[in-house]
Structures are given as C-alpha cells and as structure tokens.
C-alpha cells in the first residue's frame, strides 16, 4: 500500500510502501489527529519506522495495494 504524508513547512511529501491495510493506515492517522497519539507511526515494508508530529500533518494520500510484479517486460 502506498502512503503519501504531507508535512506542514516541508518541501516535499514522505512516501513510503507499507504493508498495512487502508483501513490500519487510516486508524492510525484518525488516532494522531484526534489526539489519542502526539505522532503518526507508520513502518515500511522494510522495517523503517515513519514517524511525523501529528499536529504538523497537512494531508495523507492512501493509494491502492501494490501488485508484485514480475519479470523485465516494461508494463
């Protein structure tokens, strides 16, 4: 699942590919904005731990599962 986070006064969005569902991932953003967590953690599908202030959040983009791909041809 691929996760946009844009961070207020930062140039650029945090992308990352997660291996949680759209609905883990919008748990956890909906717990950091409603102030039950100061952060919003998310972790990678590499083990790489995200964690943004939750009051410096702009927008989360939550975008469809990753299909695996296979082989060299160009899709």
Do not use: C, N, W
Not at 67 to 74: D, N
């Amino acid at each position: 699942m691929e996760v946009k986070i844009g961070v207020q006064h930062a140039p650029r969005e945090i992308v990352l590919e997660s291996g949680l569902t759209a609905e883990e991932v919008e748990r956890a953003v909906s717990d950091a904005l409603s102030g039950k967590a100061q952060l919003l953690s998310l972790t990678d599908e590499k083990g790489r731990k995200v964690l943004v202030p939750a009051d410096r959040v702009a927008y989360v983009e939550i975008g469809e599962p990753a299909t695996r791909r296979v082989g060299f041809g160009a899709l």
